[in-house]
């Protein structure tokens, strides 16, 4: 016997959110840039400038500064050891290393969770230099390059603040279908009699 499906009164509604959900997801890594994203990368030293005047008037002048500062930044200076929150238990802000920071990062995108975590806090933990204890073997996301996808051919730490900037976006726009998905009301069938 099959399961029974329900029979959704918006049927269309939650067919029009699953397919963006589902090309949100599928194309997670092509956020980087995205404009109207309110999450951006800056220099360590300019963190405070940029979260006071992220949005104001000067945002777009402030924004195009910060990436054309990290575009000067060589390859070393985007090295990355361990990702941290810049103030412990305020998550508006991670520093990637003592260079880079993500400022103004959405708490709405901590709410979307895969697996008890965010999307962000998966990449912090598994975007990190560790040694296995038992094989001695080095995970050193400096070292890996991407071959494929929107990120092609990034590599180290420029990957890893590309992929967090993209996972950012993605959580928040998640989290803006989700909270508009239609009511969730089943149409009511009529039981057929039994013979």
């Known amino acids: 016997m099959l399961p029974r499906i329900p029979f959704m009164k918006d049927f269309w509604g939650f067919v029009e ?10 194309n997670y890594e092509n956020f980087s840039d995205t404009k109207e994203s309110t999450a951006f990368a800056c220099l360590v030293k300019d963190i405070k400038e940029s979260k006071q005047t992220a949005n104001g008037l000067f ?12 575009a000067l930044l060589s390859e070393n200076d985007l090295r990355i050891d361990k990702i941290k929150f810049h103030i412990k238990g305020v998550k508006d802000t991670l520093r990637l290393n003592d260079k880079i920071a993500i400022v103004n990062i959405p708490l709405k995108a901590y709410e979307y969770k895969v697996n008890g975590k965010s999307p962000i806090e998966w990449v912090i933990d598994r975007y990190q230099v560790k040694v296995d204890k038992d094989s001695g073997i080095v995970n050193d996301p400096n070292c890996y390059e991407s071959e494929e996808g929107a990120l092609k051919g990034l590599k180290g730490g420029k990957y890893v603040l590309k992929l967090l900037l ?26 057929k009699p039994k013979p």
Request: net charge negative; no cysteine; proline share 2%.
């Open 17 to 26: 959110n699953g397919r963006k959900l589902a090309s949100l997801h599928l």
């Open 166 to 191: 993209s996972v950012i976006e993605m959580s928040v726009q998640t989290m803006d279908i989700l909270e508009n998905l239609p009511t969730y009301e089943l149409i009511e069938t009529k039981k």
């Open 59 to 70: 945002a777009k002048d402030l924004r195009d500064k910060a990436a054309t500062d990290i």
